[in-house]
């Protein structure tokens, strides 16, 4: 069974704080995907990196995949208040079901005025 | 378009009774997915399916049964529920394809079971 730790698990900052979320795992992954959740709704896909070492930002938040494709980080600066929410990382794999995804446990972010 | 749909949103259930989940998408999606999300745990795989008329077991597939005659839709049922099934679940649909491919969630369907 392949496992995603992810950390920390909560996290409660002021706005304009800078922060990071860390995905981490022993078992190599095809791709990895971050996902944001609001309260009361399914996560949506923020963005997936494929290649070991990729970096890609989307606005503030920018996002790492490890070299040996093990582990990913979110990182956002200047944090806001429209940034709360939480954050899952997922690892994906591929066989004859499609995308597996194995998610991490998630980051429950808050940032407050 | 909806995207994905699931009902109904909330229930509650007596341990030992029944119930059926639905969830529909219009996005002609080959795959489909039932998660649960239990807090500090992420989401769990509860079954899938690759295609109409096919379903798979998932990571937590005990005490669930799911079927999907028609493609768009996808049905999770519990035969008879116990409390370790509060949970809050949701389906999710791809088209299940290349490295960027995407899954879609619904809102979700909060159970609790007494």
């Known amino acids: 069974t392949q496992l995603l730790e992810q950390s920390p698990q909560f996290l409660s900052i002021q706005e304009g704080e800078n922060l990071t979320v860390y995905c981490n795992s022993s078992s190599v992954f095809s791709s990895l995907q971050w996902y944001r959740q609001e309260p009361g709704e399914g996560p949506v896909l923020l963005v997936t990196v494929v290649t070991g070492g990729e970096v890609k930002k989307l606005k503030r938040l920018t996002f790492q995949f490890g070299d040996a494709r093990k582990d990913s980080s979110l990182h956002i600066t200047a944090a806001q208040p429209g940034d709360t929410g939480l954050y899952l990382c997922?690892?994906?794999?591929?066989?004859?079901?499609?995308?597996?995804?194995?998610f991490g446990g998630g980051t429950r972010l808050m940032v407050k005025p | 378009n909806a995207g994905v749909t699931q009902t109904p949103k909330f229930r509650v259930l007596k341990t030992g009774q029944s119930m059926t989940l639905l969830c529909a998408q219009d996005m002609n999606h080959e795959y489909m997915y039932w998660y649960r999300q239990d807090p500090g745990m992420g989401l769990r795989l509860i079954h899938y399916?690759?295609?109409?008329?096919?379903?798979a077991k998932g990571e937590v597939p005990d005490g669930y049964n799911v079927s999907r005659l028609k493609k768009q839709n996808f049905l999770l049922g519990l035969e008879s529920a116990a409390p370790s099934q509060t949970s809050v679940y949701f389906c999710?649909?791809?088209?299940?394809?290349?490295?960027?491919?995407?899954?879609?969630f619904g809102p979700g369907t909060r159970l609790t079971v007494l």
């Open positions: 997922a690892g994906a794999t591929y066989d004859n079901a499609g995308n597996m995804l194995t």
């Open positions: 999710a649909s791809s088209d299940g394809t290349g490295d960027y491919n995407e899954q879609f």
């Open positions: 399916s690759v295609g109409e008329g096919t379903t």
